[in-house]
């Protein structure tokens, strides 16, 4: 049974600072990594993606991954309130079709 | 760009009766296509998949069925709702090994 293990949380932050969630993932073979942040109520939205080992910044965000190791991470730089939300990390093996979703961190920006 | 339609927003039915929720995609060709259901505080369940027309992969068994009669038009139904079929549904696009697109979804509660 290919896995993807977080965190349910709550982890909570104080505003501005660092946040990071992190994501474990079961299959080697895994390829692709995505990030995704789920407002109470709300559908999914994508923030980052990461292919490759290392970091993948944008705007506030670094995605980080380390196949060896198996993990991927995010961390959120100046954490609003507005970041407070759930965030869903998903695997992708390569030549399948099915996404492998975790059960979400959630997380809370403290004002 | 592409965009990702699904509908309706809300639906409140009683036991036994049918259901039909439909998603359709613009902007893209060929897409795989995804139903997934989320039950309060809970993760994302896949239940069906489809990687082009008349493709259907059913990944929980239950009474609910799929079906893909064009190519970027991916419908949910049952014939006779279950109290244990309410959720929030999600369809989701993508292509290859890109990130999954999720519609708005339909909050389904069954009476």
């Known amino acids: 049974q290919k896995e993807v293990e977080q965190n349910s949380g709550p982890l909570s932050v104080p505003e501005g600072a660092i946040a990071s969630l992190n994501c474990t993932y079961s299959?080697?073979?895994?390829?692709?990594f995505f990030w995704y942040r789920q407002y109470s109520g709300k559908s999914p939205e994508l923030i980052m993606f990461?292919?490759?080992?290392g970091d993948k910044e944008d705007g506030r965000f670094t995605a980080q991954l380390n196949k060896a190791s198996q993990y991927v991470s995010l961390l959120i730089r100046d954490s609003q309130p507005s970041d407070s939300a759930t965030y869903l990390c998903?695997?992708?093996?390569?030549?399948?079709?099915?996404?492998?979703f975790g059960t979400g961190t959630r997380l809370k920006v403290l004002a | 760009s592409q965009t990702i339609h699904q509908w309706p927003a809300t639906l409140v039915q009683p036991v036994g009766s049918p259901l039909s929720l439909e998603c359709t995609v613009e902007?893209?060709?060929?897409?795989?296509l995804y139903w997934y259901r989320q039950a309060a505080g809970r993760g994302l369940q896949l239940l069906f998949y489809?990687?082009?027309?008349?493709?259907i992969s059913s990944e929980v068994p239950q009474n609910l069925s799929a079906s893909r009669p064009q190519d970027r038009q991916f419908i949910l139904s049952s014939k006779k709702l279950l109290l244990s079929d309410s959720g929030f549904y999600l369809c989701?696009?993508?292509?290859?090994?890109?990130?999954?697109?999720f519609g708005d979804g339909t909050r389904l509660s069954i009476l």
């Open positions: 989701a696009w993508s292509v290859s090994d890109q990130p999954q697109h």
């Open positions: 299959d080697r073979g895994s390829q692709s």
């Open positions: 990461i292919y490759s080992n």
């Open positions: 998903a695997v992708k093996t390569s030549g399948t079709y099915k996404y492998i």
């Open positions: 902007g893209t060709s060929n897409p795989n």
């Open positions: 489809s990687v082009g027309i008349g493709q």
